[in-house]
């Protein structure tokens, strides 16, 4: 069985002490975030406004030393706006690149531009890649879609389909600080003055992190865990819709992910589940009868954690 040789481990730690210089609390949401991000997934923040969302993305990227650039999505937003497109100059149409064409792109209030534009994300999350006009382009190999969402505004959004919540790796609902950090965040206000976070790593440390999430081991019985988890969700009498095998796939990588940050040459059974509940959480479609009673994706993920035998 493969050992790691700590360098992940190093990197992440020393990225997380740059990004908390700047975030306070959210320990558990920080390390499925960066877990995520050191297995090549996309990331999708859910919560209100002000608990520091946009600041975690920023962060992040500078302590990456990654291109940051940030889309505010707003109902008039184009797909244009987004990946770009040709414009005419002199006798001949040239594309000019949209922000998309970076390492982590930051989508600010995802759920606020129309369906179409949502949409011209789809292939970029996928593929690494946008076509326009027949023609594709290659994105960096780091390209990287932090978003985030208000999942408490009814009026003025357009709900994520199916297909784009898939797309993201982990669903991390990020809520308010307790009264200790609430205090620690005013004393932070008070003494700094302009952005503290330092580049710590570089892109090719994130690559290499992403190759070494893939070469930790994961036993079979432990993918039969995996499977097990995502079938539960199909079988659920609250659920209409369950998780897909692209889900499968993404709870294995941030399992690994999660045991690389452990020090772990493998993937125990506690990886798995903690790594379920940011992973199914957004994928799992409740029948209209079961959101009438109240029931939450949270607690069909919470039940297959407590329901499906351990290996």
Known sequence: MRQTDG?????YERVLREV??????????LRVV??????????????????????MARAIASA???????????????PGDVIGGYVYRGVEFVFERGPVFTDLLLVDEINRASPKVQSALLEAMQERQVTVWGRSFRLPETFTVLATMNPFESEGVYPLSEAQLDRF??????YYLGVEDMVRVLDMVDRVE?????????????????REVRMVHVDRNVKYYIALFVDYTRRSPHVALGASPRAAVALMRVSQA?????????????HVREAARYVLRHRVVLKPEARLAGVKPDEVVEEA???????
């Open 194 to 210: 302009e952005w503290p976070v330092e580049p710590v790593a570089g892109r090719e440390d994130l690559l290499r992190a992403r």
């Open 34 to 55: 960066l877990a995520a991000v050191l297995a090549g997934g996309h990331v999708l923040l859910e919560g209100p406004p002000g608990v520091a969302k946009t600041t």
């Open 305 to 311: 954690i407590s329901k499906v035998p351990v290996p």
């Open 64 to 78: 990456l030393d990654l291109e940051f650039r940030r889309v505010q999505f707003t109902p008039d937003l184009l």
């Open 169 to 174: 790796m982990v669903s991390v609902p990020v």
């Open 20 to 29: 908390q210089r700047v975030v306070v609390g959210l320990h558990r949401e």
């Open 7 to 11: 360098a992940v481990t190093t990197v």
């Open 258 to 270: 999660l045991a690389l940050i452990d020090g772990r040459g493998y993937v125990e059974p506690d």
